[in-house]
T-cell receptor, first 113, second 118 residues
Framework: DAKTTQPPSMDCAEGRAANLPCNHS???????VYWYRQIHSQGPQYIIH???NNETNEMASLIITEDRKSSTLILPHATLRDTAVYYC??????????????FGKGTLLTVNP | DAGVTQSPTHLIKTRGQQVTLRCSPK?????VSWYQQALGQGPQFIFQ???????QRGNFPDRFSGHQFPNYSSELNVNALLLGDSALYLC?????????????????FGPGTRLTVL
């Protein structure tokens, strides 16, 4: 799986959009970009994933650049409950023989009142 | 629809003991993965079970073993506990072809079991 690079920490004001960047310059054509978040001492929560098109769900939007070398997770109206560590993971789709998720250190997003 | 459940929530053991952690997958899922998360680190993959067989293993010693039952639930066993085994143990379930998930086997995590080895 391609290596991803994220800033160690970010701050955001409550009610504003939080934009979390991720670099995955060595991503291959069959690798998806996944985002998970982990609130302190809880299990990681799946947020969203995408291959090359932008994706949106009830939690967030995922913007992937045309060359797929980077992406941005957008939380449109951050709340205090969005304070968490956010992980960006590049992983192949179903099939093949590598099933694991490889977590890095992620980005600690702190939403301030 | 129940999500992934794990038991127990917390556990305290002493060095040299053995421990068994349990996981029930999300309804409709047939695959279970286990991860270890040390304090301040991201989760590390231990192994994955599918069709009652271990089909991928991470860089963990043989002291870590598992099992998957016909109802898809799973156990993680750790023998000869070391202080360094203290961690949050996470279970994740998935299935190929999850409805609405295009071409991927998205993993959904349980709340974890906090193991402390004294």
């Amino acid at each position: 799986d391609a290596k991803t690079t994220q800033p160690p920490s970010m701050d955001c004001a409550e009610g504003r959009a939080a934009n979390l960047p991720c670099n995955h310059s060595t991503i291959s054509g069959n690798e998806y970009v996944y985002w998970y978040r982990q609130i302190h001492s809880q299990g990681p929560q799946y947020i969203i994933h995408g291959l090359k098109n932008n994706e949106t769900n009830e939690m967030a939007s995922l913007i992937i650049t045309e060359d797929r070398k980077s992406s941005t997770l957008i939380l449109p109206h951050a709340t205090l409950r969005d304070t968490a560590v956010y992980y960006c993971i590049a992983r192949r789709g179903s099939g093949g023989s590598n099933y694991k998720l490889t977590f890095g250190k992620g980005t600690l997003l702190t939403v301030n009142p | 629809d129940a999500g992934v459940t794990q038991s127990p929530t917390h556990l305290i053991k002493t060095r040299g003991q053995q421990v068994t952690l349990r996981c029930s997958p999300k309804s409709g899922h047939d695959t279970v993965s286990w991860y270890q998360q040390a304090l301040g680190q991201g989760p590390q993959f231990i192994f994955q079970y599918y069709e009652e067989e271990e089909r991928q293993r991470g860089n963990f010693p043989d002291r870590f073993s598992g099992h998957q039952f016909p109802n898809y639930s799973s156990e993680l066993n750790v023998n000869a506990l070391l202080l360094g085994d203290s961690a949050l143990y996470l279970c994740a379930s998935s299935t190929v072809g999850s409805p609405g998930v295009h071409g991927t086997d998205t993993q959904y995590f349980g709340p974890g079991t906090r193991l402390t080895v004294l």
